[in-house]
């Protein structure tokens, strides 16, 4: 009799599927248990962190914990870097380095790397691969290899309210005031004034708020529609349900 190939293919895929979701299972713990927050810090231990916070597991590079401050429900996500001096076990004195005010949010992969002080206010958005650091390199020697060479550091400050797109970079002495648009891969140093969009390499400011005419120039897409008031999580959840019916087959 022939041989029914669909019956020993499905047998041979069984421990292939078993195998794979014990490894999504194991995956899920590891997430949860490896996640810092204040209740679980783990082996970090930060300066300050804020009830609802939470480090996403498997962390980025992490040091000088004791001279970064984290505010409340912020949101870390994985591989994130975070640290405070150049190097780790270093003595910062007695001041805060890295700051970060109530409910900020860093994308995977970003970096802040703060030799001297920084500081990202409440509620600033940071999307995926951001890098803010207070060092660059020098190179006023034209005979010693620039990575020897003493790097030169300023502070950063990014005001409350801004949003960071992916890959921007945000160079020593950036000065970003409230509610910042940096458009995605932009390279930020210098001042930007409140509620200004920059874009670019380097960045520049390419749209802006004036409280007599608006946004000039003018925004080219209508405002989104906001919630009704009145509308409660449940009802958000449910149609979010909806949705999720309609795409499934």
Known sequence: MPTNRNTFSFLARLPRRAASRAVHRGWS???????????????????????GTRLAF???????????????????????????????????GAGTVLTLGDGVVLGRGSHVIADTTVTIGSDT???????????????????????????RMEPVSIGPGCWIGTGAVILPGAR?????VVAAGAVVRGEVPDHAVVAGAPARVVRSWDAQKGWQPPLRTPAPVPIPEGVTPEQLLALGGMDEARDTP
């Not at 810092?36 to 970090?44: D, F, I, Q, S, Y």
């Not at 498997?58 to 996500?77: D, K, M, N, R, S």
């Not at 803010?132 to 190179?139: D, E, K, P, W």
Request: glycine share 14%; hydrophobic share 35%.
């Open 58 to 92: 498997p962390q980025g590079t992490v040091f000088g914990e004791p001279w970064i401050e984290l505010g409340a429900h912020c949101v870390i996500g994985e591989q994130v870097t975070l640290t405070a001096g150049m190097m780790p076990d270093l003595d910062l």
């Open 125 to 151: 958005y940071c999307g995926p691969y951001v890098y803010i650091t207070s060092t660059n390199h020098s190179y006023d020697d034209p005979h010693e290899p620039v990575g020897k060479q003493w790097p």
């Open 29 to 51: 713990w590891a997430q949860r248990a490896g996640a810092v927050t204040a209740e679980h810090p783990g082996r970090l231990r930060f300066g300050a962190i804020g009830p």
């Open 176 to 180: 970003l005031g409230r509610n910042v």
